[in-house]
């Protein structure tokens, strides 16, 4: 079943109006006239002139909604309307109608209807015109409860009572009615048609199809760069937008209701995997994750020691390096004082250890965002061997120097 094949679509049609002044005057049959986009309409009128004017003096009778240097501008002569526009008068009945073909709602507008005869400055115009509105439809959605959905077809127009429409489905007719009820969360697409008439359907409506994630900018993140991430589907509604970082195994972390997702100034801890949901009336679709690998240097290494208890001459110990890096940290060994590496690599091994083994160790990590170095590892031998570790090179000398100050006061005292 397809809709009929009607032609002329007039929906709000107000009482007639007369211009006239001495013995000219001008009778529009409607002064207000709402038509469907991609519909043809027709306005017409009356027009007398006085009596002593023989029709055959009548130069031209035209429609016009422009002036020009403040005449007048021919409809036909007016390239928006090229082809779709035709003035029928029959001089008889001095009547002349105007048809509008494939209306657009640029063709909203007040139409005015004028003549002249072949006598300079015997003219006359009907004013005020007729009012034009050009409009479409649009379907509204309500939500009747979890499962149904009520489509109903929408126009500015003040409609005739009691409306009936011709309802699709992706572009194939499926039934006549006031309204459609759908299912929730269907994948379907649905238009609306007002029966009889030949303007143009409205605007499909159907939920989001699968969001898309841009990232700008794309290049390389490193920490402390300014990131946006932006969410967008096709949905008529237009679709609401949530984001979401997905942290190992718990639930889905929510961010923002907003199609943007930005961070100024972004850290190690916002890597991780997001996504983002699209959601109307019709129903509510997710996107693929998306991974964000913020690159930062080196934090400052810390150093282990192991075995942990005291050491003896001859024993081993193992040094291990540890830093939190993106991307992962190589690591160097050197020894205070010595321009040379001691060993690469996240673990140190000293065996057979000795007494030339004694001093301060520390460790450099390193990637390809910079280098960071661990606090000293003193080891020292009194016949066993421990360790201890101190923050900086300058708090052993501290140590040193606060140990001669004690032994200087007390030989002072004893002197005394």
């Known amino acids: 079943m397809s809709p009929s094949a009607g032609g002329l679509v007039v929906f709000l049609l107000s009482v007639q109006v ?48 422009k002036e020009k240097d403040g005449e007048p501008v021919n409809l036909r002569t007016d390239a928006e309307y090229s082809g779709r526009v035709k003035h029928t008068c029959y001089s008889d009945s001095k009547s002349c109608y105007l048809t509008i073909t494939d209306v657009r709602e640029s063709d909203s507008a007040e139409y005015k209807f004028t003549f002249m005869t072949n006598q300079p ?26 499962t149904w959905l009520e489509l109903m077809c929408h126009s500015s127009c003040v409609l005739p009572d009691h409306p009936e429409y011709d309802w699709y489905k992706n572009e194939k007719y499926i039934k006549t009615g006031s309204s459609l009820l759908v299912s929730s969360g269907s994948a379907d697409r649905y238009s609306c048609y007002l029966r009889g008439s030949c303007g143009q359907r409205s605007p499909a409506v159907y939920g989001p199809q699968r969001p898309s994630v841009s990232v700008s900018p794309s290049a390389e993140m490193l920490e402390g760069d300014s990131l946006t991430l932006t969410c967008s589907a096709d949905a008529n509604p237009a679709a609401n937008y949530t984001w979401y970082k997905q942290d190992g195994t718990s639930d889905p972390r929510l961010l923002s209701e907003e199609p943007q997702l930005v961070f100024s100034s972004i850290q190690s801890s916002d890597s991780g995997n997001y996504f983002c949901t699209a959601e109307n009336q019709l129903g509510r679709k997710t996107s693929d994750f998306i991974s964000i690998d913020v690159k930062y240097g080196p934090q400052r290494p810390s150093v282990s020691v192991s075995p942990s208890a005291e050491m003896l001459e001859g024993d ?10 993106n991307p992962a940290a190589s690591y160097t060994w050197y020894k205070e004082h010595e321009d040379s590496p001691r060993a690469s690599g996240q673990i140190f091994t ?30 020292t031998s009194s016949g066993k061997w421990s360790t201890t570790t101190t923050t900086t090179v300058f708090a052993s000398i501290s140590a040193v120097f606060l140990l001669i100050i004690i032994i200087l006061a007390v030989l002072c005292l004893y002197i005394r």
């Not at 400055?121 to 979890?146: A, D, I, M, W």
């Not at 250890?353 to 160790?361: L, P, R, V």
Request: proline letters at 4%; aromatic letters at 12%.
């Open 350 to 379: 000293i065996t057979d250890f000795t007494a030339e083994h004694s001093g301060n160790y520390y460790c450099e990590a390193q990637n390809e965002m910079g280098r960071s170095y661990s606090t000293l590892l003193l080891i």
């Open 18 to 65: 007369i211009q006239s002044q001495d013995g000219w005057r001008v009778n529009y049959r409607r002064t207000d006239v709402c038509a469907a986009k991609g519909s043809r309409v027709k306005i017409s009128c009356d027009y007398t002139y006085p009596p002593g004017i023989d029709p055959s003096d009548i130069k031209d009778r035209f429609w016009f909604t």
């Open 121 to 146: 400055g015997e003219k006359y115009t009907g004013s005020p015109g007729v009012t034009l509105s050009v409009t479409g439809f649009q379907v509204q959605v309500r939500r009747l409860n979890s």
């Open 316 to 325: 081993s110990v193992n040094l291990t390096c540890s830093t939190d890096a």
